[in-house]
C-alpha cells in the first residue's frame, strides 16, 4: 500500500477547494495507451503530433478516421480503474463536506464520467462524439468500427471525431471553467499528464501563483514535478485509491 505523506493528507482534509487536472496515465491502467504511446502495430511508423491535427484530415481524411476509429473502438472494451474511482470518491466526498472538486481532463475517453464523477471538465472533446465538417451536426458514436472512412453525415459532409486538434481552439466555456477553477484553489493536483500540452499545461501555473499547493502523480518526472509540493512518482491507480482511503479513514 502506498504511504500517504501526513501534510498531503491534512491538506486534502482541510481543502476549500481542489482542483484536479488529468491526462492519459489516468487511463492507462484501463488498458488505453497513452497518447504518446498510441502507436502501436501498423500505427508506429506514425507520429501522433502529426496525425493528431486538421492539416493531417484534410490532407489524409481516411487515414486519420482510421486511427480513432480503431481508438474508438478499443475504448468501447475499456473500464474505469481504481484511479477514475478514487477521484469520483473524493469529489463526493468533497461535496459532502461543503467544499468543491473540480476534474479537468485532457482525456476524450469518458471514463471518468463513467466512473461517476460529476461535471467534469473536458478540455479536449470526445472520442465518443463525432462531427459532421460541414452541417457540423454531432452524434454519439457507441456502434462498431465505421464502414468507410471518414464516415459521411446525411448532409453528404465528412464527419471527425469531435476532438481538439493541435492548432484548434479549445471549447470556450471548458478552458474558462478550468482556468476560473485554478484561480484561488487550495489544492492542484497533476495527475498522469505530461504536462507539455497547452493551455492546458498553464493550469498549474495559474493555480501555484494564486496561492494553491501541488500534488502531481506520475510515475515519470514531467515539468510538472519541480512545481509541485509533492512529487509521487507511483502509478495513479495504486496512489489514488489510498489517499482516498486514509482520507475517509479519519473523521474531519
Ligand atoms: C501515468 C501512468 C499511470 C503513464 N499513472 N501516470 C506554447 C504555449 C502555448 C501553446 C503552444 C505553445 N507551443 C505550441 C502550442 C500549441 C499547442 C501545444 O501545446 N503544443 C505543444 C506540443 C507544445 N496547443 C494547441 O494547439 C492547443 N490549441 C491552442 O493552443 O489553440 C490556440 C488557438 C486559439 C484560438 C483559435 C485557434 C487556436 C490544442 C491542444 C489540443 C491537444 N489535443 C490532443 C489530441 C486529442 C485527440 C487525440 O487523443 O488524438 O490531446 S494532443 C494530446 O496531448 C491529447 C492529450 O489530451 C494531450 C496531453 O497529453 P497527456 O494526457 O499529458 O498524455 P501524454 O501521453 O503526453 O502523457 C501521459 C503521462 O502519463 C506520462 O507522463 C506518463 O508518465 C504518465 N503515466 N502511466 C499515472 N499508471
Ligand atoms: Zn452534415
Given at each position: ?145 465505421f464502414e468507410t ?42 495527475i498522469g499528464t ?38 509521487i512518482h507511483e ?18
Open positions: 500500500m502506498s504511504s500517504i505523506p501526513s501534510d498531503l493528507l491534512q491538506t486534502v482534509r482541510t481543502a476549500s477547494s481542489i482542483v484536479v487536472l488529468t491526462g492519459a496515465g489516468v487511463s492507462a491502467e484501463s488498458g488505453i495507451p497513452t497518447f504518446r504511446d498510441a502507436m502501436d502495430g501498423l500505427w508506429a511508423r506514425f507520429n501522433p503530433e502529426d496525425l493528431a491535427t486538421p492539416e493531417a484530415f484534410a490532407r489524409d481524411p481516411q487515414l486519420v478516421s482510421q486511427w480513432y476509429d480503431e481508438r474508438r473502438c478499443k475504448l468501447a472494451m475499456c473500464k474505469p480503474n481504481p484511479a477514475h474511482l478514487a477521484l469520483a470518491q473524493l469529489q463526493r466526498w468533497m461535496r459532502e463536506h461543503d467544499r468543491s472538486m473540480t476534474l479537468v481532463t485532457q482525456n476524450i475517453d469518458r471514463l471518468h464520467q463513467e466512473a461517476g464523477s460529476d461535471d467534469v471538465i473536458e478540455l479536449h472533446g470526445s472520442l465518443r462524439v463525432w462531427r459532421c465538417t460541414r452541417c457540423e451536426k454531432e452524434t454519439d458514436e457507441r456502434g462498431p468500427a472512412h471518414p464516415p459521411r453525415c446525411s448532409c453528404g459532409g465528412a464527419r471527425r471525431p469531435s476532438v481538439v486538434w493541435f492548432g484548434e481552439a479549445l471549447p470556450a466555456d471548458a478552458i474558462t471553467r478550468a482556468q476560473r477553477a485554478s484561480v484561488g484553489c487550495r489544492l492542484f493536483m497533476s505530461s504536462g507539455v500540452v497547452y493551455p492546458a499545461a498553464g493550469l498549474i501555473d495559474l493555480a501555484r501563483t494564486t496561492g494553491a499547493r501541488v500534488l502531481e502523480v506520475n510515475p515519470a518526472v514531467t515539468t510538472a514535478s519541480a512545481k509541485a509540493d509533492w512529487a502509478p495513479a491507480g495504486a496512489f489514488l485509491p489510498a489517499l482516498v482511503q486514509q482520507l475517509m479513514e479519519q473523521a474531519v
